[in-house]
């Protein structure tokens, strides 16, 4: 495992190897020769078995809000977006791009069991989420142009966003059809009044 001090890229890869998908760790403290301003360079390029193999660039966010509410906070900055963009053109279609968001929170108080989907490491709880590049592109709101950053509409995210397990099938028993967000709110839903078409405790975020 790469030495890394950003936690969210450690926890990242650490939950990828858990897994046992083979990744590659890019170093990031260098811009690959590419025009006259060189190319921001991917975080992760990842090798599932029986998927697309996939360039990741690795968002790390709080879990939480202030008031101890999951807002689906999702900004990037333009630089993310054009290296992404540029690599998927370079890789060609064996590749496909996605940003990873990684959100942290801290163990409660009362820990939770061990099925609440949450993968521990280094004291914090991580849960990953990727969605896809061109999803996102054709979703962007400015954060404005001082920023150099833009956002995608919190609800258009929340339908196509999907835990990052699904982008990594290793086995043909991984799920065909990654179920959106909104519809794994209904499934649980079931689930907690005994109704069929519910998740497995595993898939639930509550």
Known sequence: MAIRSNHYE???????????????????????????????????????????NLVVEVKGKRGRNARGRRDW???VTTDDLDGLVRWQAIFGPGFRSILAFVYAEMPPPFPLPRENGAFEFRGLEYRFWG????????????RGPAWKAVAMARRAFRRRVRPLQEWLPMTLEAPKRPKPV????????????????SLPPSWRWD
């Open 182 to 197: 909104k519809e794994r709110d209904r499934c649980n839903a079931n689930a907690a009044r005994g109704l069929p078409g």
């Open 73 to 75: 906070e999702n900004w």
């Open 131 to 142: 969605v896809a590049l061109d999803d996102y592109v054709a979703h962007l709101r400015s």
């Open 10 to 52: 450690a926890a990242f890869e650490a939950f990828v190897r858990s897994l046992r998908v083979p990744c590659v760790a890019i170093d990031e403290s260098k811009r690959a020769v590419f025009g006259e301003d060189g190319l921001k360079n991917p975080d992760f390029l990842l090798y599932p078995r029986m998927a697309s």
